[in-house]
């Protein structure tokens, strides 16, 4: 029982000896704290605008016994034919024109939603496609930095595609763009 008593006594002052080690092992050093400041900020900003200044319009052909491709330039307006035998007998053509306004010096982008787009004989079902919109500014930039006085003016362009003998009429359609406000 000696032995047994005397290992008895060793295992607890060996437990004594170690549970007084972990408290100052467990006690945590002083911290070192600093504290900064920070700024909190927020912009709201003027909702914005779009207006449409003016449509695509290609004007008026004649249709020829081959596919006429014509393009409008949406940086300079002017419209050249790129191939075929249709032939351009007047009317108005333009580029199509608009306006966003909002805070002044914002980014305002513009994108279209298609690219390709069917435009209808009215009256009938004969098509003619419209694609290859071309968007941009006056310098042929899509992506704007909005003017002092919060506002930028962008152009669409596009090709006009004329089949071989296209039945006589208006061709009628519409096409989306969408300017993106940063």
Excluded: H
């Amino acid at each position: 029982m000696d032995n047994q008593k005397r290992a008895g006594k060793l295992g607890i002052s060996r437990a004594a000896l170690l549970l007084s080690a972990f408290p100052c092992l467990a006690m945590p050093a002083p911290a070192l704290a600093d504290t900064i400041n920070s700024s909190l900020s927020a912009e709201v900003r003027q909702p914005l605008t779009v207006i449409k200044n003016s449509d695509l319009i290609f004007g008026n052909f004649v249709a020829g016994a081959a596919n006429s491709d014509f393009r409008i330039d949406a940086v300079t307006g002017i419209m050249t034919q790129l191939n075929g035998d249709a032939v351009v007998i007047g009317g108005t053509t333009s580029r199509a024109s608009f306006t966003a306004t909002g805070t002044p010096f914002a980014q305002a982008n513009i994108r279209r939603s298609q690219n390709s787009i069917n435009i209808v004989r009215v009256g009938g079902t004969e098509t003619m496609r419209v694609n290859d919109f071309w968007l941009g500014n006056r310098a042929g930039l899509r992506d704007q930095i909005l003017d002092a006085s919060g506002q930028a003016t962008y152009f669409v362009g596009g090709r006009l595609r004329i089949g071989a003998n296209q039945a006589p009429g208006n061709y009628r359609g519409s096409f989306d763009v969408t300017i993106e406000y940063f």
